[in-house]
């Protein structure tokens, strides 16, 4: 199913809401094969505040050491300058707010050093809230705050692996559209990470984003799934929200290993283990970031219109968070 990289690919945004690979020079490579302008990239789950910071220093001199493909995003424009430059634009992002700790003054000091996307909770309790594997008690307190404090810095909060009732109370909480950066429908597949029609209907209904991934284990066809899989899985969310508030979040992890699955997925880090993925084989055709052209070739494939493909692939991203960086 390789296919080279056709005009439409080449001339498109296109913006990978989620990726947690490892942050390394071939990784930045295939992101230049695949044509991408921007990535959400993770560099924060379970570290905390000073862990955090040691995470953003080392990424930003990744960004100099590799200045031929890379360049720091902090807005919008920086998105559109970097697709101008063929470079990749990195969003500096965090998976879980633990490095936030329990002061509301290191929400700024992040914004500050550039982050421009967090998740609230991965996967279990924090102070904020609860993720999608724990019995969930919805937002605290403090949560309310890191929400309005986030509002007010321009970091867009990521509900992807946030428990049901603290998503529909962040999302109500929220002045500013919020997303989940990558996940799938519950109705293709029953998982405690994947969202329901009512869910989805809901983020939509209320500004918000849906960010779709094709990590194996969600998908419908799990490790048997291919690029095609992941196209069905776009279109049944269309189908409910429409195509204005839907982009990609592929959730690679490349370059990783089974020890780094030990890591991500124990409660805060080393703890109770919550889930075994087993082997995790991506979809055939997009097995690696450098395969993004097979995706836009499948989107033509499933007879999407060149403005759909255009929308899903970058500029519906670029238009949200337009909308909360701008602070």
Same mark, same amino acid.
């Given at each position: 199913m390789e296919h080279g990289m056709s005009n439409?690919?080449?001339?498109?945004?296109?913006?990978?809401?989620?990726?947690?690979?490892?942050?390394?020079?071939?990784?930045?490579?295939?992101?230049?094969?695949?044509?991408?302008?921007?990535?959400?990239?993770?560099?924060?789950?379970?570290?905390?505040?000073?862990?955090?910071?040691?995470?953003?220093?080392?990424m930003k001199n990744l960004i100099r050491d590799n200045a031929d493909l890379l360049t720091l995003v902090r807005g919008v424009e920086d998105i559109k300058?970097?697709?101008?430059?063929?470079?990749?634009?990195?969003?500096?992002?965090?998976?879980?707010?633990?490095?936030?700790?329990?002061?509301?003054?290191y929400i700024e000091v992040f914004a500050e050093l550039g982050v421009r996307v967090v998740q609230l909770c991965y996967n279990t309790q924090n102070l904020i809230g609860t993720g999608c594997y724990e019995r969930d008690g919805g937002m605290s307190g403090f949560g309310r705050e890191v929400i309005e404090e986030m509002n007010r810095v321009g970091i867009m909060v990521d509900l992807s692996h946030v428990g049901g009732n603290t998503s529909t109370e962040a999302i109500l909480a929220s002045k500013k559209p919020v997303c989940y950066s990558h996940c799938l429908p519950s109705g293709l597949k029953q998982h405690p990470r994947n969202k329901s029609d009512e869910q989805l209907k809901f983020i939509a209904d209320h500004g918000g984003f849906v960010g779709v991934t094709m990590f194996p284990p969600f998908l419908k066809r799990g490790s048997s799934a291919n690029v095609d899989d992941y196209?069905?899985? +776009?279109?049944?969310? /269309? @189908?409910?929200? =429409?195509?204005?508030?839907? &982009?990609?979040?592929?959730?690679?992890t490349q370059g990783y290993g089974k020890?780094?699955?030990e890591w991500l997925t124990h409660?805060?880090?080393?703890?109770?283990?919550?889930?075994? +993925?087993?082997?995790? /084989? @991506?979809?055939? =055709?997009?097995?690696?970031? &450098?395969?993004f052209p097979n995706l836009t070739t499948a989107m033509e494939r499933a007879g999407w219109k060149e403005s759909r493909i255009r929308k899903v692939l970058g500029e519906n991203w670029l238009r949200v968070f337009g909308e909360v960086w701008n602070a």
């Open positions: 439409l690919h080449q001339q498109s945004l296109v913006i990978d809401g989620l990726n947690i690979s490892k942050w390394e020079r071939p990784v930045f490579e295939d992101m230049k094969k695949g044509g991408l302008s921007a990535v959400n990239c993770t560099i924060s789950v379970w570290e905390n505040f000073q862990g955090t910071v040691g995470n953003v220093v080392d300058r970097a697709k101008k430059e063929g470079r990749t634009g990195v969003i500096l992002g965090f998976q879980n707010a633990h490095a936030f700790e329990d002061n509301l003054g196209v069905e899985a +776009f279109d049944y969310i /269309i @189908n409910l929200v =429409g195509d204005d508030c839907v &982009g990609i979040g592929t959730d690679f020890p780094f699955f409660d805060k880090g080393r703890h109770r283990r919550l889930t075994d +993925f087993g082997t995790v /084989i @991506n979809p055939e =055709g997009f097995r690696t970031i &450098g395969d």
